[in-house]
């Protein structure tokens, strides 16, 4: 399971095998901004796709942001994704 830090906040590569050794559960999506918004019994974890522009939305991400709600988080972290997008380009 490889991961990057945003802001002291773990960053991994997003499949299905993580999605089940984490037990997470699907709370809800946005489908306008490509995010799925999960839980599991000690965090908040956000999916998004860094690289929309790709065929499908490309490699899918996720991010662990402890248990702060969704849209706070989000409205605090507007760029994450390009920044986290610009972590990923310069490993």
């Known amino acids: 399971m490889e991961k990057l830090k945003y802001r002291n906040l773990s960053v991994f590569s997003l499949d299905k095998e993580l999605i089940g050794s984490l037990r997470l559960e699907k709370v809800s999506n946005d489908s306008l901004n490509w995010r799925e918004y999960f839980k599991n019994s000690d965090s908040n974890w ?7 522009e790709y065929h499908g939305g490309g490699q899918p991400y996720i991010i662990k942001i402890g248990l702060i709600d969704f849209e706070k988080w ?6 994450f994704e390009k920044q986290i997008r610009l972590l990923i380009e310069n490993e």
């Open 74 to 79: 989000i409205s605090e972290n507007v760029d």
């Open 46 to 52: 956000i999916s998004f796709y860094p690289f929309s």
